[in-house]
């Protein structure tokens, strides 16, 4: 499945991504990560002994010799079978040559720089290229994926990634400069919530890459222990389910956690300056006010919604809803103005001026957008209005929601399952990325669709109506070049046998006639 999704602007990937090389600390943090997994599987094995020692020596269990049972009869077969599977492995190594250089061997065609120089064409990113981050979950491995639109030919496809620690639940792009580029006026990373307690940042512009530039939170494992999943004032000791970056003030992010609290990070430092824990249960969402830099919006499980100015956390005005929060969003055409999506498939519309003495007022609208959860939910960033709510119904509907008077504009399954993730792209007009439970992602360009067009009309794309509407974008594979392949050869050959047949029909028709004429 695709958990999270976040769009990377146009221009601001670097143009030829660098290649990380190891160093001899990371070799050295590898080594000592796989002696401490290897004791833990150890102490793992030492303690399964002990029970199977209990085990076997339960009086009801003597007469089945229950620890001999999978011993050979014959241990000299199976030496000697041992030694027959040996011999013939390295038996024709005699002949083989060794070359220490690829250009010395005659059985390699063709020049390497030649191949390094494709590679490094394949992997450039141009400025009119957006990036599509995805972290998704295949068969319990976890990675993030880090892909290439370009929107003037609809392609989409993976462009790098790297593996994950855990489950990821939240990802957030953001541009301070951190670990080996700290200090650079602007970079291009993204940060990513996980299972784990901590949070990791990584570089898009680096390749192969074996560890996040910075890390947020604790790796000390006695010390998360000793917490035991209750709140502390330094790290998270639970699962991260919420990220925001500041991007006024840019060295800051802003993180909610299952262990009820949020945390203000200070990425110059890599260090937590601040703690909240005005929420009773797990946090599911956190956003940062798009203009008033230090208000924060949260949202849990405890059924509220708390927004305060972080510099006075003690002053927090409170919304009660009627389920747990999903998500939380702004609307960046109205300061005063916020979204709250729930668990019951309610959207609610509210205004922070209502608040009084710390309790907030009754919402604005309520809509009742889906009949499950509303698992995604985003506003357009420039059109105003225009709200896109994703369910586990497998439904994304959009809504006009201008005078506060909601109504919805169209609804359509987009082909991911249930929708997990939902954002608008940060340049195009009216681009949405789209991703669930079925480990696909789709764009959809609302632009060409006719009901959008029709309640949205000039705000939606400059120009003459779209003939038709486009098709979903999705991500393409090595697979689909071979369907494409495989396609246009069956086109090619069925053009022939077409033209082949229309030949012989007018050879035959020539024959027809000249018989016809004979007749005559």
Known sequence: MISALAWVRKGVAAERPTRHEMTEEEYARLQSEAAAEIDDAKRELKE?????????????????????????DDEADAEAAEAADGAHI????????????DEEDPHLVGNGQDADEDEAEEERVFATDNMLVMAKTEDDISNIEVCV????????????DFMLPAFPLAVEW????????????????????????????????????????????????????????QPHADFHTDAVMGLSWNGNARNLLASSSADTTVKLWDLAHGTCVQSYAHHKDKVQAVQWHPSEAAVLLTGAYDKRVAAFDSRAPQAVSRWKVDADVESV?????????????????????????????????????????????????????RVPGV???????????????RDHRPKMVVSRN?????????????????????????????????????PVRAVFGGAVAAGAAAAAEKPLVRVQHDEDEDDDHDNTHAAVI???????????????????????????
């Open 90 to 101: 390295f038996s024709n190594i005699k002949g083989l040559s060794f070359y220490n250089d």
């Open 329 to 381: 969003l702004w609307d960046p055409h109205s300061a005063h103005h916020f979204y709250v999506a729930t668990e019951s498939g309610a959207v609610r519309c509210f205004d922070v001026r209502q608040a009084k003495d710390g309790k907030g007022g009754a919402p604005v609208f309520t809509l009742v957008a889906h009949d499950e959860a509303v698992s995604a939910m985003a506003l357009h960033p």
């Open 174 to 229: 953001l541009d301070f400069g951190v670990g080996r580029k700290a200090g650079q006026a602007r970079g291009n990373y993204v940060a990513v919530g996980t299972f784990e307690p901590r949070i990791e940042i990584w570089d898009l512009d680096t390749l192969d890459a074996a560890y996040p530039d910075l890390v947020l939170g604790t790796a000390d494992k006695k010390a998360l222990r000793r917490a035991r999943g």
């Open 387 to 401: 709200l896109v709510t994703g369910s586990a119904d497998e439904t994304l509907k959009v809504w006009d929601v």
């Open 149 to 160: 639109f370009e929107s003037e030919s609809d392609s989409l496809f993976v462009h790098h």
């Open 494 to 520: 069925a053009e022939l046998r077409g033209t082949a047949a229309n030949a012989a029909a007018a050879a035959a028709s020539g024959e027809d006639s000249d018989a016809s004429m004979a007749s005559d």
């Open 414 to 450: 987009v082909d991911v399952g249930s929708v997990f993730a939902a954002r608008f792209c940060p340049d195009e007009p009216m681009l949405l990325a789209a991703a669930g439970s079925s480990g696909e992602s789709r764009i959809w360009d609302m632009s060409t669709s006719a």
């Open 48 to 72: 399964k002994s002990m029970v199977d020692s209990e085990i076997l020596n339960d009086p009801a269990l003597k007469d089945f010799d229950l620890e001999h049972y999978d011993s050979p």
